[in-house]
């Protein structure tokens, strides 16, 4: 995964920017003034007005229903078998057909809509807190601590991340293992968290550097203020925003990371279901059945595109210079 300086993915405002209104207060239709807005509150408004954002949100809330809820959408049984109707196309009784051990392709894709978004999700909270939290203590301390977890970071970064993913997953993961469904999950996890890591670690590092000399931190150090106060109270909201954007990109990132180490038969295995996993079984049967690497593959490109135009939405919502 490449590593996006804190410019690329949006720029750090001026604390002005975030702890005032971006514009002076104007006189409402009852002659009151309007409650000055921050910078979330200017976000908010301007996404409302992107096409964009609403179709891409609409599409993540469709996916998160189906995966918490997927028996709203299919009665079938996603692992039931039967060779009599192996391959049979797509038909009023199979609206994707089935598979080539009779599975319904239906079921099949609206169940592994949970795996790829649990897996996803998990991932990305997990990356977002430990690479925050390092990039926080290292960006705020400075010195020899800064430079100690920034080489510590280097080392991770210089890790493949295909390579690295294939290494963790077949040792674990690999020929004869006796996983079940939820250690499998937190294996793929895992890895994704411990190779993604450092892009937020520089990512909040960089934000800390540009906010922490701010006059509103320097004053509450000089009023005696404790770390942990300046910190949670005063930094960190000033610098989630490239979090936020980075972390919605993330989410779609991880979806394709996930169905490509199920494709490539080390990351989530039977008898989970998944995206990746369909795509895996139907690669031998794109001449003669193409519905069977058509519909998953189209569910898998529609949720990433989802996520990545919702990530979008908000960089340009919250970046100052594209106002």
Not at 20 to 44: F, I, Q
Request: proline share 6%.
């Amino acid at each position: 995964m490449s590593d996006p300086s804190a410019a690329s993915i949006v720029s750090t405002p001026r604390p002005e920017q975030l702890t005032e209104a971006s514009s002076p207060a104007t006189a409402g239709p009852a002659g009151k003034k309007e409650k000055p807005r921050s910078l979330l509150g200017d976000a908010w408004i301007d996404l409302r007005r992107k096409p964009l954002f609403w179709i891409s949100a609409i599409f993540i809330v469709l996916f998160v229903v189906m995966s918490a809820f997927p028996s709203l959408f299919t009665s079938g049984d996603p692992t039931a078998t039967a060779l009599s109707r192996s391959r049979v196309e797509p038909s009023g009784d199979a609206w994707f057909g089935y598979d080539v051990l009779g599975r319904d392709v239906y079921a099949r894709v609206i169940y592994g809509a949970n795996a790829s978004i649990v897996v996803s999700l998990l991932s990305t909270i997990g990356t977002l807190l430990i690479g925050g939290t390092v990039g926080v203590i290292a960006g705020y301390k400075g010195g020899w601590i800064d430079g100690l977890l920034s080489r510590i970071t280097d080392i991770f970064f210089g890790l493949p991340f295909v390579l690295g993913a294939i290494v963790i997953l077949t040792t674990f993961n690999g020929a004869g293992s006796n996983n079940g469904e939820w250690e499998i999950k937190f294996l793929v996890i895992g890895s994704l968290v411990l190779l993604s890591w450092p892009v937020v670690m520089r990512l909040m590092r960089s934000s800390v550097l540009a906010t922490k000399e701010a006059d509103y931190i320097v004053a509450a150090r000089a009023m005696g203020a404790s770390t942990g106060r300046i910190i949670f109270k005063h930094l960190l909201p000033n610098c989630l925003a490239p979090l936020l954007v980075y972390g919605t990109i993330m989410i779609g990132s991880f979806i394709g990371a996930e169905a490509t180490l199920s494709f490539l038969g080390i990351g989530l295995q039977s008898p989970v279901v998944s995206w990746g996993i369909m795509i895996n079984e139907a690669q031998n049967y794109l001449r003669v059945s193409p519905f069977l690497l058509f519909f998953p593959s189209a569910f898998l490109v529609t949720a990433v595109l989802s996520f990545v135009m919702l990530g979008e939405a908000v960089r340009e919502a919250l970046d100052p210079k594209l106002r």
